[in-house]
């Protein structure tokens, strides 16, 4: 038996071991990694130069700074137009913290809405749960372009236009593919955990919130984290539905058109920005694999 | 009489055990669907009115058929509205044909753990976790005051940058997409693959597959649900994905090469209230355009899972799933 077991795991080590073949995919991957890396770099690199040395020296360095670090804290403004026609800015600070309720309100939302709805339609087989995944498969499958001008006026008749909350609101939608992420996740947990808690007294309250939520908690954080990156990098949204509340996003996109701004000062804008994305990354990597599985298209 | 009562008691049990289910599902559900109702049945309802508006200098309306004949009027005539599409469609095509197999391709070696593939990984993760508009100036950056830098050092030639020379910018800006869009597929089916039973693909190992019939014959099949997702969910994008264009249209000026997505957002920021009903007609042309497009891609996808070559595995399954089912209603009813 035991020399069964070995021949076993000296086959598999066998099949996995490195081919030529694979030896060149290798060595080309690791040349995509590394063109994929250098630009990221080389913007690291340039956001310490002065702007002399950044236009006389692209590609090398002689002296390195945090000028333009401090010049983003302290003398970086952006102009706004306020909801009462006047004018207004917002300094680096203010555009972070715009940023920030922006990203983790739309990602919470986005979060805890599919989930809640993948739930109901997965552990409660009503013909109204059919309906709504049903729905949710032909919607993904044909969205209506162009309503992006209704949503304006919709929102706009509805009062939640141009507000943070109002966004928040907008973002509780069920509809995408983390609804399936989830519906698959709540069809791999067994009714019998429903059962059990019930049998102790719970109710559906309690199996929710307190066996339903832990179980799927690591697909949530996933889709938590991916929500509020994309999010952060978000500039769509803020320009159609919150011109008056701008992000770090819109200003950096406007940052060349601003006074006394260098390309420097823009990257290190820019590597400011990327902070919350990186340690993100940083902490949560090895949640992404393996969390995030889905069920297919129902014909 | 004591078993007529206990009959009883359980189906009183099971009845308020019902209602209580019932409270919790609308509790639960209510909001999410007046969130749908409004922000999608309503909105959608209004776009498609908005579709046969026309607004005056003091925004009244009346009914007119006239947006749909100015989209396809633009679509013929208008360079910028033509080329937004044809664009489109070209990085639609880049990302699905070359990008997708590859990002399977680099997926797979991930999951097998061969060398590196943990620094692979990382760097590959990056582009998601970093801001478009970051990638964006950095990619300018490189692209429009880099290249001339390099091809003075290395040629000494005096040149353009890629963005700001009308003949390169959209090679630079397809190299760009095809460099940039691998991350986002790759976590999906990353997270598809590390799901498969590792017994079954060492029972493939074991019997002598190689790491191309692996792929072909066991892992493929097993993650082909996510794999039709993603090629579906990609098409239905054509048309609201700006491909990074606005961005790029923002930050370098380019504005030469634009898409749908991007020619959207422009003109709904820039050119006025009185413009939406002409893009909310031209949505729902590109509407039916991508439900032409959508559904035969959809009914290839299908016919090609390789499920569908193994001895009838999917009937196999919806038997089990049948049989289950029909086990759980015995149960409950005894």
């Known amino acids: ?299 | 009489m004591e078993r007529k009562m206990k009959q009883l008691h359980k189906g009183g049990a099971t009845r308020s055990r019902e209602r209580s289910a019932l409270r919790f599902y609308c509790v639960m559900m209510a909001f999410p669907i007046l969130q749908f109702c409004v922000m999608w049945i309503g909105v959608n309802f209004n776009s498609i009115l908005l579709a046969f508006k026309e607004y005056d200098a003091s925004l009244n309306f009346t009914w007119t058929m006239d947006n749909f004949k100015g989209v396809f009027e633009g679509l013929v005539k208008d360079a910028t509205v033509r080329d937004a599409f044809k664009n489109s469609i070209i990085f639609w095509l880049v990302t699905t044909i070359i990008t997708f197999p590859t990002s399977l391709g680099i997926s797979y070696y991930i999951y097998r753990n061969y060398k590196f593939s943990r620094f692979i990984k990382t760097i590959l993760f990056l582009p998601r976790m970093i801001s478009g508009p970051v990638t964006a100036i950095i990619i300018y950056q490189l692209m429009d005051r880099g290249y001339p830098v390099m091809m003075k050092l290395l040629f000494d030639k005096d040149c353009l940058g890629l963005l700001a020379n009308s003949a390169t910018q959209m090679m630079a800006l397809v190299i760009y997409q095809l460099f940039f869009s691998l991350a986002g597929n790759f976590i999906f089916l990353s997270s598809a693959m590390s799901g498969i039973d590792e017994s079954i693909s060492e029972a493939a190992r074991v019997d002598g597959a190689n790491a191309w019939q692996e792929f072909i014959h066991v892992t493929l099949p097993l993650i082909w649900p996510t794999v039709s997702i993603f090629l579906v969910t990609s098409a239905v994008s054509i048309f609201t994905n700006d491909y990074g264009m606005y961005s790029f249209y923002k930050v370098a000026g380019v504005t030469a090469v634009n898409t749908v997505g991007s020619y959207f957002t422009i003109g709904l920021t820039e050119w006025g209230t009185r413009r939406y009903p002409f893009f909310a007609a031209f949505g729902l042309v590109l509407t039916a355009i991508t439900a032409l497009i959508v559904f035969p891609l959809r009914a290839y996808v299908n016919s090609k899972n390789p499920m569908n070559d193994t001895d009838g595995a999917i009937a196999a399954k919806k038997r089990m799933r049948k049989e289950a089912r029909r086990n759980a209603k015995i149960t409950e009813n005894a």
């Open chain 1, 1 to 299: 038996m035991r020399k069964l077991q070995k021949t076993h795991r000296k086959e598999v080590r066998k099949a996995s071991r490195m081919t030529p073949i694979s030896w060149v995919v290798c060595i080309l991957l690791l040349i995509y990694a590394c063109c994929m890396l250098y630009p990221y770099l080389l913007a690291v690199l340039s956001s310490f130069k002065t702007l002399r040395n950044y236009t006389d020296n692209f590609f090398g360095f002689t002296e390195l700074t945090l000028e333009n670090f401090k010049k983003v804290f302290t003398g970086f403004v952006y102009p706004i137009v306020l909801k009462d026609g006047g004018s207004g800015y917002y300094d680096f600070l203010g555009l972070t913290v715009n940023s920030f309720l922006y990203a983790a309100g739309g990602a919470l939302g986005l979060t805890v809405t599919p989930c809640v709805v993948a739930y109901c339609c997965q552990k409660f087989p009503y013909k109204f749960s059919k309906f709504i995944e049903a729905m949710i498969y032909v919607v993904m499958i044909v969205p209506i372009i162009g309503n992006t001008a209704s949503t304006i006026q919709m929102t706009q008749n509805i009062g939640i236009y141009d507000q943070m909350w109002g966004h928040w609101i907008m973002k509780c939608s069920f509809i995408g593919i983390y609804f399936l992420v989830y519906h698959a996740a709540f069809e791999g947990i067994p009714n019998d955990y429903m059962e059990a808690v019930y049998m102790d007294g719970g109710g559906h309250f309690t199996i929710f919130f307190k066996i339903m939520l832990p179980l799927v908690s690591k697909q949530m954080l996933t889709v938590f984290i991916l929500q509020f990156v994309q999010l952060w990098s978000d500039y769509m949204g803020v320009l159609l539905y919150l011109p008056s509340t701008p992000t770090i996003s819109i200003a950096l996109l406007n940052f060349s058109s601003l006074a006394s701004t260098t390309a420097p000062m823009q990257l290190a804008a820019c590597m400011l920005a990327s902070i919350p994305g990186l340690v993100l990354f940083a902490k949560f990597s090895e949640q992404f694999m393996g969390s995030l599985q889905m069920g297919g298209v129902k014909g």
